[in-house]
């Protein structure tokens, strides 16, 4: 009997790459104080891929046996044309899942043609329930546009959705317990992500306004009881369950626990760069590869492969020190 020919993406530490998240633009209605700064430069059209070119990369991973995309930016909702992008890649014959991270504030009238395009899961950001302190974290966002989003996602029959919350210490932690009960109530998933040190951030010293995992989930333990779980959406997240319900508490912990060692993503940014690390700078200019080959899916192929071999090891996340990386989140594609 022949071997069994080993996955084509695979990089040198032995991990198979199969979850790609795309940016789709650099562009976005708020600006969170972790993630941008206030007044932005974004990319001029012509850096920006076309859908097309999305498309055309989105493909290729799918063929290389990618079977999780994930849509991101900068905001992926005020992308024009960003419901055709989930039509065409909802056909891509391979793909497991198709899945989205948004802001929310679109959501209210694009959930019902995502859903149609396949789109069964999505994570929505929310940081807080207060509109005050809502509108100075997002430094523009309405609360309720992103509350009416939820309610959108959940009756377009979303079979999972997710609250991410970045919890800053003195900003919106003593509003932890209030959003585990928000998805209580509503049967919903939350993740608490630690503040990664992605961008230059004139708003906070974030090492001042660290708030670890274990703090969140100390907090949590106070209130309710929490059931581990090995569950994983093959992703950073750690998972607890609440004892009396479906919700599932998840933990993004890059300071407190590396997630390094299962990392089976690579990040393609709005540009078109092929990041192999979120907290590296490692990259493949594959706008480059689809401008150059126009339609040549063995160039791209060949790219992407080749990708492979320089995914570092892991992150060098260090809060005390000045960002090595000087990209926003916003540009990484998070
Ligand atoms: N605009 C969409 C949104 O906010 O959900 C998608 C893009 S946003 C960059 C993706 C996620 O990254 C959000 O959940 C946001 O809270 C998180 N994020 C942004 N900057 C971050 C940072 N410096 N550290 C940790 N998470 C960050
Ligand atoms: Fe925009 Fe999302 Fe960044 Fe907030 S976290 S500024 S919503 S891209």
Redesign the pocket.
């Known amino acids: 009997m022949s071997p069994t020919p080993s996955p084509p993406l695979v990089d040198r530490f032995g991990r198979r790459v199969s979850y790609l998240r795309i940016s789709i633009t650099d562009r976005?209605d708020?600006?969170?104080v972790y993630?941008?700064s206030e007044d932005m430069q974004f990319l001029p059209r012509s850096q920006v891929l076309t859908l097309e070119e999305i498309q055309q990369i989105a493909r290729a991973f799918v063929a290389l046996g990618v079977d999780k995309i994930r849509i991101t930016?900068?905001?992926p909702l005020v992308r024009r044309g960003v419901t055709g992008l989930f039509r065409g890649l909802g056909t891509l014959p391979g793909l497991e899942e198709l899945t989205l991270t948004t802001?929310g504030s679109q959501l209210a009238r694009h959930a019902p043609a995502l859903r149609a395009a396949g789109v069964r899961r999505i994570n929505i950001?929310l940081d807080s329930l207060r509109p005050e302190r809502f509108r100075h974290i997002?430094r523009q966002g309405e609360l309720q546009r992103v509350l009416d989003g939820i309610d959108a996602a959940l009756a377009a029959g979303m079979e999972r959705v997710k609250i991410n919350s970045v919890i800053l210490k003195g900003r919106n932690a003593d509003e932890i317990i209030d959003l585990v009960e928000f998805c209580r109530a509503r049967d919903m998933d939350i993740s608490f992500i630690e503040e990664m040190p992605l961008g230059v951030n004139a708003d906070h010293d974030r090492a001042e306004v660290f708030y670890s995992s274990d703090q969140v989930r100390a907090d949590i333990q106070a209130r309710y009881r929490l059931i581990p779980t090995t569950e994983s959406t093959g992703g950073p997240s750690r998972y607890f369950r609440l004892d009396d319900g479906p919700t599932r508490i998840g933990f993004i912990s890059p300071h407190s626990h590396n997630f390094c060692v299962d990392c089976n993503r690579v990040r393609l940014t709005a540009e078109g760069r092929l990041l192999l690390c979120l907290g590296q700078e490692h990259s493949v200019d594959l706008r480059q590869v689809v401008r150059e080959y126009p339609g040549d899916s063995r160039a791209l192929t060949r790219a992407i492969v080749e990708a492979m071999q320089i995914k570092p090891q892991g992150h060098t996340f260090d809060l005390s020190a000045k960002p090595v990386i000087l990209r926003h989140?916003?540009v990484t594609g998070?």
């Open positions: 976005c708020f600006r969170c993630c941008m930016g900068g905001e802001n950001s997002t989140m916003s998070g």
